[in-house]
């Protein structure tokens, strides 16, 4: 079963969504330009999600393979609506637009609130945990009954017009949210803005 949907703005969001899968900040200066957030939160109907964008390059895209909408129970023990992955494994794909100009880096820090770890794969295939480097994030945060924040830094040289970012989720995986956060920067002048380190040591090592 392959499900896809295109995001749009949602008006007029709860105080109470994303408030377990948003639980950290980019790893990069806040007034850096060029920045975009979308996010999507199943857990209230999943047919259905609260989906927020802040992109002024485009509408984000999301497309699920092998999953299908589930009640399950949360962290707190109360039910919640998820995408459920059926037997097999399954897949989520993320399109993400970008500031067109030539010569940008590309940083993309993700954070899937599910209770098994997404394997992240694909284009681009560089992924750095965010707590190997960064403002001290762990790489997961325990929310409670095997629930977790997991998140990660991908990095792209040169910066692309889009990307997809891909995980590969094991059978029976429940995903509850999530929140993509980017940003594109000159080389070099706003590198040394950045707070990840390991981003930036990785950056070195693939010149």
């Known amino acids: 079963m392959r499900i896809t949907a295109l995001l749009c703005a949602v008006v007029g969001l709860t105080a109470s969504s994303l408030l377990a899968e948003d639980l950290t900040d980019p790893p990069w200066d806040s007034t850096l330009p060029n920045q975009t957030s979308q996010s999507w939160d199943y857990t209230a109907n ?33 039910d919640i609506g998820t995408m459920h992955i059926g037997e097999g494994g399954g897949d989520l794909w993320i399109w993400i637009p970008n500031n067109e100009d030539e010569n940008l880096y590309k940083m ?49 040289q040169p910066n692309p017009d889009g990307e997809w970012l891909h ?16 940003v594109c920067m000159p080389e070099p002048a706003t590198l040394g803005l950045l707070a990840a380190g390991a981003g930036l040591a990785f950056l070195r090592r693939r010149r």
């Open 46 to 78: 999943p047919l259905s999600p609260v989906v927020t964008v802040d992109n002024p390059y485009g509408e984000p895209g999301i497309d699920w393979g092998n999953a299908a909408p589930e009640s399950v129970a949360g962290w707190d023990g109360t």
């Open 108 to 156: 993309i820090f993700w954070q899937v609130t599910s209770d098994k770890s997404p394997t992240p794969t694909g284009d681009p295939p560089q992924t750095i945990p965010a707590g190997t480097g960064g403002p001290g994030v762990p790489p997961q945060v325990a929310l409670g009954d095997n629930w977790y924040v997991y998140n990660g830094v991908n990095v792209i």
């Open 167 to 182: 995980f590969e989720l094991a059978y029976c995986t429940n995903v509850a949210e999530i929140v993509v956060d980017t």
